[in-house]
T-cell receptor
Framework: DAMVIQNPRYQVTQFGKPVTLSCSQT?????MYWYQQKSSQAPKLLFH???????NEADTPDNFQSRRPNTSFCFLDIRSPGLGDAAMYLC????????????????FGPGTRLTVL | KQEVTQIPAALSVPEGENLVLNCSFT??????LQWFRQDPGKGLTSLLL?????REQTSGRLNASLDKSSGRSTLYIAASQPGDSATYLC????????????FGRGTQLTVWP
């Protein structure tokens, strides 16, 4: 089945220790997104890729970086995690024709829950 | 800035009831609205997508309506079951080329036997 896969499902890191979260997709979608969701809050978009073009949200901290080496994979790097970065990180994909209104459904992975000690 | 509000924040009903979840948004210039389900500690599962030219979508026991002019959407769940227990989130797309979604905080639904 075509799907969005996130690894690991649970990640524990220490304060200040860099961590990388992984997302892969078999849907062949051209757009990939990273969201942060804190407990009982709405998911918040961090950044997204349209093909290889990176788009950062204005309020995403510099501590968060992303890489997309190919269509299938996208990584979220947190350079120096703080206690406030503990959250569920959600990866999503969609297929866009690149024109306004051509947006299709976003499909989400199962998420990675990050704990910062 | 687009603000999305979902009411109620939590809902507890007995099995078999028909129920309505509400979503409102401040900027009516949207292209699409999507309803998601989220089980505890899990990712989001897409339930229904309503395009701006549509007024409703149906899937099984779920029916979602959209009224752009009033900035409202409702998700109707018929004959609720314990397996429907989850958090339901709505999200709107303001029509960028990349489908940026603005989410509400969700309605936490509990259906008891």
């Amino acid at each position: 089945d075509a799907m969005v896969i996130q690894n690991p499902r649970y990640q524990v890191t220490q304060f200040g220790k860099p961590v990388t979260l992984s997302c892969s997709q078999t849907l062949n979608h051209n757009v990939m997104y990273w969201y942060q969701q804190k407990s009982s809050q709405a998911p918040k978009l961090l950044f997204h890729y349209y093909d290889k073009d990176f788009n950062n949200e204005a309020d995403t901290p510099d501590n968060f970086q992303s890489r997309r080496p190919n269509t299938s994979f996208c990584f979220l790097d947190i350079r120096s995690p703080g206690l406030g970065d503990a959250a569920m990180y959600l990866c999503a994909t969609s297929k866009s024709a690149g024109t306004i209104g051509s947006y299709n459904e976003q499909f989400f992975g199962p998420g990675t829950r990050l704990t910062v000690l | 800035k687009q603000e999305v509000t979902q009411i109620p924040a939590a809902l507890s009903v007995p099995e078999g009831e028909n129920l309505v979840l509400n979503c409102s948004f401040t900027d009516s210039a949207i292209y699409n609205l999507q309803w998601f389900r989220q089980d505890p500690g899990k990712g989001l599962t897409s339930l229904l997508l309503i395009q701006s030219s549509q007024r409703e979508q149906t899937s099984g026991r779920l029916n979602a309506s959209l009224d752009k002019s009033s900035g409202r959407s409702t998700l109707y769940i018929a004959a609720s079951q314990p397996g429907d227990s989850a958090t339901y989130l709505c999200a709107v797309d303001r029509g960028s080329t990349l489908g940026r979604l603005y989410f509400g905080r969700g309605t936490q639904l509990t259906v008891w036997p």
